[in-house]
């Protein structure tokens, strides 16, 4: 089984992007065996009112309940966004909390960020926290967006070990810088959509290889970044990985689904 | 499928040597293979330097002959002792062809008589390029400085490195430039890049690349097995160019 951590759908202005509807994304999830996927609205990240694109998610994962996943965005820095996550929670079926705070304009220590990841720990929900979605190397000159400052993200899993955060779209060097401050902290993982390379010390040269010995299986979470990225790219990654099955299934799906929920419940949807 | 991948670097040798059995375990015939150490982040190297990073080269080289190719490394800044060094690695060494990172712009005028001599030797030029958003390193060409390249030595085959970083860029500024190749090596792994290169530049432009040891050999696989094309696009771009280009450029 494999479950796709890192996808979404929905409307994106600087290229078009394939895959970027349902229709086409189950159709790559299909030709890709791709199980189950973790969906969130990608036209959220630059809409004002990120409730459009939840709704349209909302109403992917109704379509197709038993490969759709759905995580809701929502901007703490936007007016009514209480309003917002209680309807995603309580009236539509939102499994867990994808946040962007470098495109939604806001910081780790405001207190609207702190006040919705005590809500989230209320009701027992994980929080994504987006490190990029692009390479900022590529972003359009009107729009240059920062990644997420991930050791003053590491300060917020610590400070918060009751909610389960998962890094996504970190790139391997960043997750490096992070290794001693959460050595034994356990309430986070990452996916490994956005690890490109190891960038630097002698040794083996596959990067997932490289990830498992610094921060062992149990952290590590599939994730294609779909549509921006070659779904295929992440899937070679853990597939043909010099790594022990045990760990590669582990990645693939069984972090994921420890994550979600129990495997019954997720294979009866 | 054979693959040739165009674009690896020699950092230090146990990283080599896990290069090669990966890439061997991955069905790779071929790599072609250049040794740039940074000082201090900045690719300026000294004579001195690219002629001990060339000679490590040419160790691997007779070490895993046939399996190991070279790129004569060589700094523009330093004219007669790149033009010496090209001569020696290319001819003596047997390496493939010449690799310019950012020793200076590519359209600076020094670059002048490396590419008559890469023209004389009948040898390609691999430059790295990269048009970043967020601003460059020093010495760093971009893809509209490759065309203008190009367009001043329509007689050198160039590889414009990492599809120019920024692809959209990168396909838009060489399109019509037939004597430049562009590779595919590297961190970006944008879904539709691969296709956008095919459909401008044709197939027959494009060669596989890597960037190892620093970045991951399946991501760059990836990229070309997920991309919507034919399995005769893949083909050419996985090894069918890269063979007729070594082929062309053997000494």
């Known amino acids: 089984m494999i479950v796709d951590f890192f996808t979404g759908i929905g409307c994106w202005p600087f290229r078009k992007l394939r895959h970027a509807d349902v229709r086409e994304l189950t159709a790559l999830l299909k030709s890709e065996r791709i199980d189950r996927a973790v969906v969130y609205s990608l036209s959220s990240i630059l809409a004002k009112d990120c409730m459009e694109g939840n709704r349209e998610v909302a109403g992917a994962a109704r379509d197709h309940p038993s490969v759709i996943i759905p995580f809701a965005c929502v901007n703490p820095a936007f007016p009514g966004w209480r309003a917002d996550f209680a309807e995603c929670f309580e009236e539509m079926s939102f499994r867990g909390l994808r946040l962007f705070p470098t495109y939604h304009g806001y910081d780790f220590g405001d207190g609207c960020f702190l006040e919705i990841i005590e809500v989230a720990e209320k009701i027992g929900i994980p929080v994504v926290l987006t490190v990029r979605v692009e390479d900022e190397r590529q972003h359009h000159w009107l729009v240059k967006v920062p990644p997420l400052d991930i050791k ?58 490289r990830a498992l010995d610094d921060f062992g299986a149990e952290r590590m979470l599939f994730g294609g970044n779909a549509p921006f990225q070659y779904v295929k790219s992440s899937l070679l990654k853990v597939q043909r990985a010099s790594i022990g099955e045990s760990d590669r299934e582990l990645i693939l799906s069984g972090n994921a689904m420890r994550l979600l929920g129990n495997k019954h419940e997720i294979d009866s949807e | 499928m054979e693959i040739i991948d165009t674009h690896v670097h020699l950092n230090d040798d146990e990283s080599f040597r896990h290069t090669i059995d990966l890439e061997r375990s991955a069905g790779v015939v071929k790599i072609v293979v250049s040794c740039l150490e940074p000082c201090d982040g900045v690719y300026k190297p000294t004579p001195e330097q690219f002629r001990a990073d060339n000679a490590r080269v040419h160790e691997w080289m007779k070490r895993e002959a046939g399996f190991v190719e070279g790129w004569a490394y060589v700094n523009p800044e330093h004219r007669q002792e790149s033009l010496d060094e090209i001569d020696r690695a290319v001819c003596e060494y047997g390496m493939r062809g010449i690799k310019l990172e950012c020793g200076c712009v590519c359209t600076d005028s020094r670059y002048g008589p490396l590419m008559e001599k890469a023209e004389s030797l009948g040898v390609p030029v691999l430059q790295h390029t990269w048009f970043k958003i967020t601003g460059g390193i020093v010495g760093e060409s971009v893809p509209s400085d490759v065309a203008v390249l190009a367009r001043e030595f329509p007689g050198v085959t160039i590889i414009m490195a990492h599809l120019g970083g920024d692809w959209q860029r990168g396909i838009k500024a060489v399109r019509d430039l037939t004597n430049v190749l562009v590779d595919t090596s590297g961190s970006i792994v944008d879904c539709g890049m691969i296709e956008k290169a095919v459909e401008e530049l044709g197939a027959e432009r494009i060669l596989f690349g890597t960037d190892l040891p620093d970045i991951d050999f399946w991501t760059n696989l990836g990229k070309i097995e997920g991309a919507a094309i034919t399995p005769e696009q893949k083909r050419l771009i996985l090894h069918g160019n890269a063979a007729r280009l070594l082929e062309g450029s053997a000494t």
Do not use: T
């Open chain 1, 152 to 209: 003053a993200a590491a300060d917020v899993i610590r400070d918060y070990p009751h909610v389960h955060f998962v890094l996504s779209g970190a790139a391997y060097s960043e997750l490096l810088s992070i290794k001693q401050p959460l050595k034994h902290v356990d309430n986070w993982c990452f996916d490994i959509a956005r690890m490109q390379g190891r960038h630097d010390n002698p040794g083996p040269v596959e990067v997932v290889v």
